[in-house]
Structures are given as structure tokens and as C-alpha cells.
Nanobody, 115 residues
């Protein structure tokens, strides 16, 4: 299993970023996918989840209405569109999948929201 995140960077408050996670090594369309984040000095938290076909999504309260998770099963990729970014969104963002009880992680992509 390999998960490779991209799309992070430095953005001003109120700006937008789109994160991507390219997956390989498993049948992508069979598994729900997740985005987590970990801010400095804080525990890793679940940000958003999407079902296998993309028909069901869930978000942590702090990002509802600002972030959108989506997936392209033909491209084995999951996305996180982040709008109206706030300084408190600054974190390393990780792609995650759980397969038969084992959690797999990418290396993460850093998002910094600062003026």
C-alpha cells in the first residue's frame, strides 16, 4: 500500500488549497478514505472521510462548510478542497486508509496558513 500526498504549501488566511492523495497497492474503489491532520504540539485528528463510491462524506465540525473531500476511483486519487483557510488549519495533512484493521498512512503534506 502506498499513499502519496501533494498540494500543500503556504497560503494567506482566507485562501484555498487543494490536496491530492495518490493511492496504489490496493483496490482503491473498495475502501473508504480519510484525511487527517496534525498541528504542532497536538494530536492527529480526523478531518474528513469519504465512502467507497463517494456518496457519503463526514467532516470534523471545525471544517464543515469550508472543506470538501472527493475521490476519483478511475484515477485512484482522493482530494481535499480547502477554502476559507484559517491559521488554525495549519498542520501536516495525511491521507489514510484502513484495510483489514491495519491503518496505512502517507508521509503527509504541510499546510501553513499565515499572512
Amino acid at each position: 500500500v502506498q499513499l502519496v500526498e501533494s498540494g500543500g504549501g503556504l497560503v494567506q488566511p482566507g485562501g484555498s488549497l487543494r490536496l491530492s492523495c495518490a493511492a496504489s497497492g490496493f483496490t482503491f474503489s473498495n475502501y473508504a478514505m480519510n484525511w487527517y491532520r496534525q498541528a504542532p504540539g497536538k494530536e492527529r485528528e480526523l478531518v474528513a472521510s469519504i465512502s467507497t463510491a463517494g456518496g457519503s462524506t463526514n467532516y470534523v465540525d471545525s471544517v464543515k462548510g469550508r472543506f470538501t473531500i472527493s475521490r476519483d476511483n478511475a484515477e485512484n486519487t482522493v482530494y481535499l478542497q480547502m477554502n476559507s483557510l484559517k491559521p488554525e488549519d495549519t498542520a501536516v495533512y495525511y491521507c489514510n486508509v484502513r484495510i483489514f484493521g491495519t491503518r496505512y498512512w502517507g508521509k503527509g503534506t504541510l499546510v501553513t496558513v499565515s499572512s
